[in-house]
C-alpha cells in the first residue's frame, strides 16, 4: 500500500480583510494577511506536502480592494501563492470583463466548471484543475453559488448552473470525462453555502470519487468537518482571523482519504510571525486611501454594531432611517449584506463609511398594496431565509415587524404603530440590486413593483446619500428597538 501524507490550508470569504486588529481588551493581534502568510509560510516549511486553497471572495469589503477594482487584491494574493481559488459571488462585482482581466493578472488557476456562455455552451472559466503533488494526482473542481446569476443579471449570453442538483451533474461531467485511474484524490471547491454543500454530497455519485467539499459563501464557522455519502465537508468561516486545515493521508491503491485530521486555527501573533515584507506591500495602499479618504464625515454618540446580517441591529437602523428619510417612503428595505463592518463610530471617517457600505447603487422607490408589502415580509422574514444564505434586511424605524418561526407565519405587520392595510397603498424604498433580483429575494416581480405607475428613482448613490446625512447629523444614535421581532 502506497500512502502519502498532505495537509490542506484553505480559506474561504476573505473579503479584503488585509489588515490585522487588536484583540478586545488585551495586546494579541488577531487576523490580517501578514500573520496568515506568516502562518502558511511557517507550515511550508515545516510541513512536506502543503496546499492552500481558497473557496472565493477574496474581493470586496475593503476600500484597497474597492479604490482599484480588485486589481490590487490578486496582487496581494498573487504574494500569498495560493495554488488553486474558485470564484466567488463577488468575484463578479466589478462585471465579467473585469473578471477576465483579474484571471490574467493571477499567478495561480482561478477555477469553476458551471459559469457558461449559454449561446455557445462554453464554459468561461477553466473548469478544473489536476496537480502533481508527490507523486500523486488532485484534482480540483470549482462550483459557485447562484448569486453569479445577480450580479450578470443583465448580460443574458452569460449563465450558470445555479440549483446543486445542475451542479451535482456538471460535477458528474468533469469526473467521468477528465477523472482516471491516476487521480488520487477529488476535491470539490465550492460557494454555494454550508447548507448547500451537504445537499450537493447527497447527490453525488460514489463512482465519481469526490473526497472533500473546501467551500464558503455561509461564512460558516465549524467544530469539525460534516461527514455525508463518505464525503467531508468543511469552511472556515470568514475574513483572516482563521484559517481551515486539512492533515490527510491518502491510499494511492483505493485513491481514497484513509486518515484524517482537520482544525480551525485562529490566526495571531502567538501562532506565527507576521510576514513584514507583505505588511509594507499592503501598506503601500493603505497609505494612499489614507490620504484620499480620511476625513472625518461625523461623530456618533456611540459605536453602531452590525454583529449579524439575520437580525436587526443598530447600525442597520442608521442606514435604512438615513436612506428613508431620504426616499420619504414608508418602508425602506437594505440588504444586510450590503453593511460589510461589524462596527461603526463613533468617529466616521469617509474611509469608514466606503469600507461600512462599499456597494454604491441607485435608490428606487415603489408603490404596492398592502397585501403585497405583508407578502413581502411573510418571505423575508422566513425561518428559512435566516439560514445564513438567504437575503435578508434591515428596516427604517416606521416599520415593526413579527414573525412566528413556530408557526412559520408573519404574525403582524405596523406601519406608524398602526396595522397594515392589504386593501390600501404604501411606498417601499429598494436599492437598485434587489429591484433587479426582487423575483427571489422578495417575492414580488418587478412588473407588480411597477404596475401601479408610480414608481421613481430617487438618487443615484446610496453612498453620497449617506456622507451627508453623516455631515448633517451629528451626535445621534441608533438602538434595537423591535422593528423585526422573531417568536
Not at 488585509?18 to 500573520?35: D, Q, T, V
Not at 511550508?44 to 486553497?53: H, T
Not at 411573510?378 to 415593526?400: A, F, L, P
Amino acid at each position: 500500500m502506497k500512502t502519502k501524507k498532505f495537509t490542506i490550508l484553505h480559506s474561504n470569504d476573505m473579503h479584503g480583510d488585509f489588515l490585522a486588529e487588536m484583540k478586545a481588551g488585551k495586546k494579541e493581534l488577531i487576523g490580517g494577511l501578514s500573520l496568515l502568510s506568516g502562518y502558511i509560510n511557517k507550515v511550508r516549511r515545516e510541513e512536506e506536502n502543503v496546499l492552500y486553497v481558497i473557496s472565493g471572495d477574496m474581493l470586496q469589503g475593503s476600500l484597497i480592494d474597492t479604490e482599484w477594482k480588485g486589481c490590487s487584491t490578486i496582487e496581494i494574493m498573487n504574494y500569498l501563492a495560493p495554488d488553486v481559488v474558485t470564484v466567488g459571488n463577488h468575484e463578479i462585482d466589478y462585471g465579467l470583463p473585469h473578471l477576465l482581466f483579474l484571471e490574467k493578472m493571477a499567478n495561480f488557476p482561478l477555477i469553476n466548471a458551471n459559469l457558461y456562455i449559454i449561446k455557445n455552451n462554453r464554459r468561461i472559466l477553466q473548469p478544473y484543475l489536476i496537480m502533481k503533488k508527490a507523486g500523486f494526482d488532485i484534482l480540483f473542481i470549482g462550483i459557485i453559488t447562484e448569486k453569479i446569476i445577480d450580479s450578470l443579471k443583465q448580460d443574458k449570453l452569460i449563465g450558470t448552473f445555479v440549483g446543486v442538483e445542475e451542479a451535482s451533474r456538471e460535477v458528474g461531467k468533469i469526473c467521468n470525462a477528465y477523472k482516471n485511474d491516476d487521480v488520487d484524490l477529488t476535491i470539490l471547491l465550492t460557494h454555494i453555502g454550508f447548507e448547500s454543500d451537504i445537499e450537493l454530497a447527497k447527490l453525488l455519485k460514489p463512482e465519481w470519487g469526490v473526497d472533500l467539499i473546501i467551500g464558503g459563501h455561509s461564512h460558516t464557522v465549524l467544530k469539525k468537518p460534516a461527514q455525508i455519502n463518505n464525503i467531508l465537508i468543511t469552511q472556515a468561516g470568514v475574513g483572516t482571523n482563521q484559517i481551515g486545515r486539512f492533515d490527510i493521508v491518502v491510499d494511492d491503491d483505493t485513491n481514497s482519504i484513509i486518515k484524517y485530521k482537520w482544525q480551525l486555527i485562529p490566526i495571531d501573533n502567538k501562532l506565527a510571525k507576521p510576514d513584514k515584507k507583505l505588511e509594507e506591500y499592503i501598506q503601500s495602499f493603505q497609505g494612499e486611501i489614507d490620504r484620499k479618504y480620511n476625513v472625518i464625515l461625523s461623530k456618533l454618540s456611540q459605536t453602531l454594531t452590525h454583529p449579524k446580517r439575520e437580525e436587526e441591529t443598530s447600525l442597520g437602523n442608521l442606514i435604512a432611517d438615513a436612506l428613508a428619510e431620504n426616499a420619504d417612503c414608508d418602508v425602506m428595505l437594505v440588504g444586510s449584506g450590503s453593511i460589510r463592518v461589524k462596527k461603526l463610530g463613533p468617529v466616521v471617517t469617509l474611509k469608514d463609511l466606503l469600507a461600512s457600505f462599499p456597494y454604491d447603487d441607485i435608490l428606487k422607490k415603489f408603490t404596492i398594496t398592502g397585501a403585497q408589502l405583508w407578502n413581502i415580509f411573510s418571505h423575508i422574514m422566513r425561518t428559512e431565509n435566516r439560514n445564513g444564505e438567504g437575503e435578508c434586511y434591515q428596516v427604517n424605524r416606521k416599520v415593526r415587524a413579527e414573525y412566528s418561526d413556530k408557526q412559520d407565519k408573519l404574525l403582524s405587520l405596523n406601519i406608524d404603530g398602526i396595522p397594515v392595510d392589504k386593501t390600501k397603498f404604501y411606498t417601499i424604498g429598494l436599492q437598485g440590486y434587489h429591484f433587479n433580483n426582487s423575483a427571489n429575494y422578495l417575492n414580488i416581480t418587478n412588473e407588480e413593483l411597477l404596475a401601479s405607475g408610480k414608481s421613481k428613482v430617487i438618487t443615484t448613490s446610496a453612498q453620497q446619500v449617506l456622507e451627508e446625512f453623516l455631515k448633517n447629523n451629528q451626535n445621534i444614535s441608533r438602538k434595537i428597538e423591535g422593528r423585526l421581532v422573531y417568536k
